[in-house]
């Protein structure tokens, strides 16, 4: 007989990506946000600024029939790592996630580079975000600026407790791209181990923003999960997606749908449409 903690802690899993988004193999589209307070990009244009930019995106994002989005602090590069992301970048982040989750009815994520942890999960709080993506729930490595880091499960999902949030899901990466793993973490160790920390879905990407994992990495990932949904977390474009989400479980698509296909530039609704039409076609 299976013991009433663990029976609770396996309800809290999410098993199934249309529980949450309400269709089989969801498009989640990436808000990335301008410089905040405190980043180098930052040029004192103020919150009103950046407000109206991430709404836009977010409005042509639902518009092009996308299935849910994600808030990210994309443009607070070179990125600070784990405990050392400043207070002004968590608080502005809160700031928009939340007016976003107002001005758009989509189950509403967060991702907070790098590896935000009990910070992220502030964010989520705050906003009334569904999930937050975990940039390194597990394991331990080196992000591109430098940063060492290691996981955030033991804190993350004891503050989640402690804070009544266990219904936001925590969506993880492996192989998480911008970083190296610690030698002898391997992508089916680091799945295992992720699983193993409570992770209700994973994420796999491409070696940096905007490159595409190898398709066969995505097929082994998907071999290596057992029950736990796949997502493919960069590279993603109309021309390859269908290939993808023939082996994949859903997409997070951000760079190929700005306009010109420029990841700094406004998301493109036509490009939304065009890239969500060819998801859909692979089932």
Request: glycine share 12%; proline share 5%.
């Amino acid at each position: 007989m299976t013991p009433p903690w663990k029976a609770r802690l396996d309800a809290l899993k999410l098993r199934d990506l249309g529980d949450l988004f309400g269709t089989k193999k969801p498009v989640l589209g990436m808000v990335h946000c301008w410089p905040l307070p405190g980043a180098p990009g930052y040029s004192g244009y103020g919150m009103d600024v950046i407000l109206e930019n991430a709404i836009r995106d977010a409005r042509a994002l639902a518009e092009g029939g996308v299935d849910g989005i994600i808030v990210e602090n994309m443009w607070d590069i070179p990125f600070r790592a784990g405990s050392h992301i400043a207070p002004e970048s968590i608080a502005a982040h809160a700031v928009v996630a939340r007016a976003v989750g107002q001005a758009v009815p989509l189950p509403l994520g967060i991702n907070l580079v790098h590896n935000g942890g009990v910070a992220l999960l502030g964010i989520a709080i705050a906003a009334g975000a569904k999930f937050v993506r975990v940039c390194m729930l597990a394991g331990a490595g080196v992000w591109e600026a430098g940063s060492w880091d290691e996981g955030c499960a033991a804190e993350l999902l004891r503050r989640r407790k402690e804070l009544g949030a266990e219904h936001i899901k925590l969506f993880a990466d492996v192989d998480k791209k911008h970083s190296v793993r610690f030698p002898g973490i391997d992508l089916a160790t680091h799945i295992e181990w992720t699983r193993f920390s409570g992770a209700d879905a994973l994420i796999v990407s491409g070696k940096m923003t905007g490159d595409a994992p190898d398709l066969a990495k995505v097929r082994e990932a998907k071999a290596l999960a057992g029950d736990s949904p796949v997502l493919i977390g960069s590279g993603a474009t109309e021309e390859n997606v269908t290939a993808f989400l023939g082996a994949a479980d859903g997409v997070i698509v951000g760079s190929s749908i700005k306009e010109n296909g420029r990841i700094e530039e406004p998301v493109d609704v036509e490009r939304v449409r065009r890239f969500v039409r060819a998801a859909r076609a692979a089932g």
